[in-house]
C-alpha cells in the first residue's frame, strides 16, 4: 500500500530597514603606547590597556552606518514529493525528495559591494552589484552566485521483526536556506553607499580618540567585508538507526546511534594580514572574508528507558555519549570565530563548541495518593478535595562541560591585522587538568605561554573542557475543575532544588589578570508559584 503526498511552495521576500551595525564606532586598548620597546616593538606583558586608555591613545577604532533606506528582495520556492509504502505488515518505508531554491538577496537601487579579490589574497578591489570584476569577471546583481544544488533525498524505514521489537532507521540532507539575508545585509553596509572605517595606531604613531580616522587617504580601501563570490549554503547530513524494546511492567527501552556530517559550513577569514602584524594588501584596510570551506562530524550513542505510567508511577531516563569535531561550529551564521592564521585553515580543526560528552537526564512522575481514586482521601470529602489530585514531578540533568579555547585578547600584532582575541596560546604538552579544581585555577595555567612575536599559537580549539554541570528540578501540581469547563492549574516549582553551586564560565585569556579562573556561576535555586486559570 502506498500514500503519495507531494506539493511545493512559493515566496516574494521584502526586507527593509534602517539599522546601522556600529554607528557610534568602537576603540580597542591594548596597553602598546605604554609598553617597553624592543627592536621597535611592544615587549608583551609590559603595558597596561587602562594606562593607554587614560591617555586617549588606541591601537584601533572601527565604525560603521549607512546607507540608510535599504530594501532588499528575494524569492524561494521548493517542491515535493513523498511516499509512505507499507511492504507487509510489519515493516514499512518512507521515502522522498525534496529540492529547494533560495536566491541570494537584491537591493532595489543596486546598493551592494563585494570585495573582488585575485586567487593568494595579494590584492583586493571593491565591485558594486551588477558590475565588471577586476579579477572575477561579470558579476550577478545579488554579488553571490545563487547555489542551485538543494536536492534534499529522505529516506525512513520502521521494521517489527517481532512482536514487542521495533527497528528505526533514517537518513536525510538539510541545507541553512538562511544564510543569504544576513549576507544581503552586510554586502549592504559597504562603501560607497555607507561609511566603514578601521584605523590602526602604532608604537610610532599613536591612534589619538578625539579623531581617529584622521590622516585616512582618500584612496585607501576601506570595506571591511567581503565573501566567496561562490559560496554554497551549508549542508547537513544526517543518518539515525533505534532498535526498541518492550519489557514487562510497561518498561521500554531504547538504544540508538546518530550521525551528522556538516559540509560548506561558513569560516570567517582575515586574509589581509601577515604574522608580524603587517597588511598584506597595500592601501587596503583590514577586512573579514567568509567562506564556506568548513566541516564537521558528529556521533551519538544513547541509551534510554522509559517506564510508562501504572500505579500512580512513571519514571524515564537517558545517557548520551557524543563526540564532535570540525573547523567551523556555525552551521551558516557567519559569525563564528576568525581563523587565527589564514594561510592554514587546517589548523582550525577541533572540538566543537556545542559538544557535550556525557550527558544523563532522569525524570519521573508520581501521582501522591490522595484524593479520589486513590488509596487515601478518596471519600469526597474537604481532606480530600484539598489534599487530593496532586502529582509530584522532576527531572534530575548531569552533563560534561562545554569546550573553551585559549586566547590571546588585545595583543598588539593580532589587533594591528584589525581583529582581536583571533590569536591562540602556545601549548606545551603538560597535564591541563589539576586533581583539585578551584575557583582561582580551575585548569594548569602552566602549560599555556603567549606565543612569541609574529608567530601563531599551537593551541588547537576548544582544547579545554569547562565546568560540567548537575541540577535537581522538582515541581508539585494540581488540576482545580470548575462547572462550565473552566479549571485552575496550580504549580509550584523549583529549580537547583539542592541549591549546589555550580561554576559556568571560565577565564581563558592567557593574558588576563584572572587567567584560569571561574569567572560565572549558573543560577541558584528559585521557587515559583504559578496560578493558571482557564475559561
Do not use: C
Not at 220 to 230: A, L
Not at 359 to 373: F, K, M, Q, S, T
Amino acid at each position: 500500500m502506498h500514500t503519495v503526498r507531494f506539493g511545493g511552495e512559493f515566496r516574494y521576500l521584502r526586507l527593509d530597514n534602517l539599522s546601522n551595525s556600529n554607528p557610534r564606532g568602537s576603540f580597542v586598548f591594548t596597553g602598546l603606547y605604554t609598553s617597553l620597546l624592543a627592536d621597535g616593538r611592544a615587549v608583551a606583558g609590559t603595558g597596561l590597556d587602562v594606562a593607554d586608555f587614560l591617555l586617549g591613545y588606541a591601537q584601533q577604532a572601527s565604525v560603521q552606518y549607512g546607507p540608510g533606506d535599504l530594501r532588499m528582495r528575494g524569492r524561494e520556492w521548493n517542491v515535493f514529493l513523498q511516499d509512505d509504502w507499507r511492504l507487509r505488515g510489519n515493516l514499512t518505508l518512507n521515502y522522498g525528495l525534496r529540492y529547494e531554491y533560495v536566491a541570494p538577496y537584491v537591493e532595489a537601487s543596486n546598493q551592494l559591494v563585494n570585495l573582488d579579490v585575485n586567487s593568494d589574497f595579494t590584492a583586493a578591489v571593491p565591485v558594486e552589484a551588477g558590475q565588471n570584476g577586476e579579477f572575477t569577471g561579470q558579476t550577478p546583481r545579488s554579488l553571490v552566485e545563487p547555489d542551485r544544488n538543494n536536492v534534499a533525498p529522505r529516506l525512513g524505514l520502521a521494521w517489527r521483526p517481532r512482536s514487542g521489537t521495533i527497528v528505526r532507521a533514517g537518513y536525510g540532507i538539510n541545507y541553512n536556506l538562511g544564510a543569504y539575508g544576513q549576507i544581503g545585509q552586510k554586502l549592504a553596509a559597504q562603501p560607497p553607499f555607507a561609511t566603514t572605517s578601521t584605523n590602526l595606531g602604532t608604537a610610532v604613531v599613536p591612534l589619538l580618540v578625539v579623531d581617529p580616522f584622521a590622516g585616512i587617504p582618500s584612496s585607501t580601501t576601506t570595506n571591511s567585508y567581503g565573501i566567496d563570490r561562490t559560496y554554497a549554503l551549508g549542508v547537513a547530513q544526517i543518518w539515525n538507526a533505534d532498535i526498541q524494546k518492550d519489557l514487562p511492567r510497561n518498561l521500554t527501552v531504547n538504544l540508538g546511534y546518530t550521525g551528522t556530517k556538516g559540509t560548506s559550513l561558513d569560516i570567517q577569514r582575515a586574509p589581509n594580514r601577515e604574522p608580524d602584524g603587517g597588511l598584506r594588501i597595500e592601501d587596503v584596510q583590514p577586512f573579514l572574508w567568509q567562506s564556506s570551506e568548513g566541516h564537521s562530524i558528529l556521533h551519538s550513542i544513547s541509551v534510554r528507558a522509559r517506564k510508562r505510567l501504572s500505579r500512580g508511577i512513571s519514571f524515564g531516563g537517558s545517557y548520551v555519549w557524543s563526540r564532535a569535531y570540525d573547523n567551523a561550529s556555525s552551521f551558516g551564521s557567519g559569525t563564528g570565530s576568525v581563523a587565527q592564521n589564514d594561510q592554514d585553515l587546517g589548523a582550525e580543526w577541533g572540538r566543537s563548541s556545542f559538544e557535550r560528552r556525557n550527558a544523563v537526564n532522569v525524570d519521573y512522575a508520581i501521582e501522591l495518593p490522595w484524593g479520589a481514586g486513590r488509596h487515601w482521601l478518596n471519600n469526597n470529602g474537604t481532606l480530600a478535595h484539598l489534599f487530593g489530585g496532586w502529582t509530584w514531578s522532576g527531572n534530575f540533568v548531569a552533563q560534561s562541560g562545554s569546550p573553551f579555547t585559549v586566547r590571546v585578547v588585545g595583543n598588539y600584532v593580532d589587533v594591528g591585522s584589525g581583529v582581536n582575541g583571533t590569536l591562540r596560546a602556545d601549548y606545551n604538552g603538560s597535564d591541563i587538568y589539576v586533581s583539585d579544581p578551584t575557583t582561582l585555577r580551575f585548569f594548569n595555567t602552566d602549560a599555556f605561554s603567549i606565543p612569541a612575536s609574529g608567530t601563531f599559537g599551537n593551541a588547537t580549539r576548544n582544547l579545554i573542557i569547562g565546568p560540567g554541570s548537575h541540577n535537581l528540578n522538582m515541581n508539585v501540581s494540581k488540576n482545580v475543575t470548575f462547572p462550565r469547563n473552566r479549571g485552575m492549574t496550580i504549580r509550584l516549582q523549583a529549580t537547583n532544588v539542592l541549591n549546589t553551586v555550580q561554576f559556568s564560565s571560565i577565564d581563558t585569556s592567557v593574558n588576563s589578570p584572572t587567567f584560569g579562573q571561574v569567572t560565572a556561576v549558573r543560577p541558584m535555586r528559585s521557587v515559583q508559584l504559578l496560578l493558571r486559570f482557564r475559561f
